[in-house]
């Protein structure tokens, strides 16, 4: 019996309890099956700051208060909450469902009353695997077993990380999944015109190689990624079973996008180089990022959290003001970038203007966001365009300029080869005079010259005749200078000689005649005289000498008079071509000689000659491309041989080729240089030369590393 009492006492204070609550809390009550009825009045909270209150200990306890009017927004807390309301069905369908729009909440216990005192409970949230979930829903929705006419409460305890919203709306089923479709909609619009600029702009960064469009492609690709991970369907089509991830990712992918921001917005505004203070500022977010991060994964989420979103929005508003000081600089990007920037700014102020409260929470707050972003990505489109063009058009006047000073160039060179050409001529003609054997080796030089012209197989040939002209015109300054002074000085020898005869053949005494010699002698200085006269011939008979092996290399390199088949030793050939490229070396070009021992080679010497001046001009031109006229270049030559071939290597640490050039190199006029630059036959000429003598010429090059050429000749032609 007493048991029986205290249990009736037991229901009939539920029933005082429910029926007290039913009196103070009013029902939302879903009337028709077509309206979807948004839960925004008649809602009650209790916070559980431990985490320990049971549903039983909910139900019973008087410590509900009740939400204002509106969707129950709790700030950034630790603690769990607990919210009940009493949902009505009026429609004719055997049950209803309760949707929860929020898919950041970290854990979801979802009660419902099935009898006073007992309740259905069903878990969901970022804790719990996607596909355990009752809807594959990328929110949260449950079923409300509520048949018409009837009402009930429903309990949900909460709990979540960041900030703590509950959009609930509830409707039949089919009312609930047409707002989803509508929802699938539009998102699979928003990422599908945001997949169509990351392609597009990836096109164009394979086409410009700007690096602009990277940065661009990158911030593009972290924003889409941040914004699915907002709606819920990063979890639900992504890593719909990874709960650490699902967890991070809320940390992780603002983290990474705000980085990429950062990245983006300095390469594009210039910061840089319109305001390097200001440019250095950007460190320090990326710091506070990282920051926030690592709190937020070794420390207290919550705080991690909160830093990231302050770091965020301190950086919004200092992005806005360096974009408006560099416009007002007058680069037209910038203005642009701030429109842009700004149409962003306006969607992120209404999210979280909506997540504060200060703004409803209807399809145009949640949906703001993600529309001003996409507006973002398609107006920073049209600004990277518009930089391109601003770019191509400086880029085309700076050729302007530089192709007048080409020409400038070329008409002052023009005038110097006139007045070298006079001197040459001037001084030739007197040294014609003054000695026959230097004018037969300038004769043959004439003729070498004459020989290379008429080839036409050398691109380089003005300036091998330069540098011919550099080497020769040394040893002819030096002779031809010495040549007045000992004129002089044989002179005055015939004087003296004169003088001493007629002191010889005067009356005057012996000692006399000494006297007035010796005299005579100091007064020339006799003794300079003879020794000047023997630095002057020596000086004269240097210069011959130097000409004279300037011509021996010279006939080495052409083999003129060597039309047949010779055997030649190809180390010497190599010297001799390095003769007449000295002087485009300069003091910034190195040659690195590593020469074999080579046995003697039956070849054509001249085009063999030829051959590797086309070769070594072409790694000056890669090497002067690269470092312009800066040190750093290196030409390494390495000669070997074994029982069958000899293979000469030519490498260059200069600008090197992409594949798609280096597939042409030996197709005759293709040619990478300028207009003026080259004709585009060496290498073909080389590579037909090679062939003539059953060789075989090979190219490995690399982009921004260099070139090695390799020549295989057989010892044996046949």
Known sequence: MVKTYTYCCFLIAVLLATTIKAQTVPAITVANAKEIVHINFGIEFLEDASHSISIDSANTSKGFKTVPFGVPNEKFSPSAFWFRFRIRNETNAPYLLLK??????????????MRPGSFRSYQSGQSVPFDHREYLSSDYLFTVSLPPHTEKYVYLRVYCNAELLLPLTAGTEPAIFATDKYKDIFWGIYIGIMLAMLLYNCFVYSTTSDDSYLYYIVYVLTVVVTQITISGYAFQLLWPNQLLVAKYSAIFNPVLAGIAAIGFIRNFLKTKMFLPKSDKVFIVFIALYCLGAIVAVCGNYTKGLNLIDMTAGVLSIYVLAVGFV?????????????????????????????????????AYTIYTMPVGSAMEVLLLSFALADRINLLKKEA??????ELLAVQENERIVQGQNVLLEGMVSERTYELVLSNESLNKALVDLKGAQLQLVESEKMASLGQLTAGIAHEINNPINFASSNIKPLGRDVRMLLEAISEFEGI????????????????????????????????????????????????????????LDE???????????LDATLAFVNERLGNAIKIDKRYGQLPMLDCYSGKMNQVFLNIISNAI???????????????????????????????????????????????????????????????SIAFNTVRQHNGQVQIVSESGVGTTVTI?????RK
């Open 621 to 683: 031109y890669a090497i002067k491309k690269k470092f312009g006229e800066e040190p750093g270049g290196v030409i390494t030559i390495t000669t070997a041989a074994d029982k069958t071939n000899i293979t000469i290597n030519i490498s260059d640490n200069g600008a090197g080729m992409e594949q798609s050039v280096m597939s042409k190199a030996f197709e005759p006029f293709f040619t990478t240089k300028r207009v003026g630059e080259g004709a585009g036959l060496g290498l």
């Open 100 to 113: 929860l729009s929020n898919p950041a909440l970290d854990s979801i216990d979802y009660y419902e009353e």
């Open 563 to 573: 039309s047949d088949l010779k055997t030649v030793n190809i180390n010497e050939g």
């Open 712 to 716: 295989t000749l057989p010892l044996n």
């Open 326 to 362: 560099i416009s007002r600089k007058g680069y037209r990007p910038a203005v642009f970038f701030m429109i842009s920037w700004l149409v962003f700014l306006v969607g992120v102020f209404i999210f979280v203007f909506k997540n504060l409260g200060i703004l409803p929470y209807n």
């Open 504 to 559: 010889i053949n005067g009356d005057a005494a012996d000692n006399e005649k000494r006297e007035k010699v010796q005299r005579y002698k100091n007064e020339i200085d006799i003794d300079y005289l003879k020794s000047e006269i023997d630095e002057l011939l020596v000086g004269i008979e240097n210069g011959v000498s130097r000409t004279a092996e300037v011509v021996k290399v010279l006939r080495l390199f052409s083999r």
């Open 396 to 401: 085309a006047a700076a050729q302007g300029k």
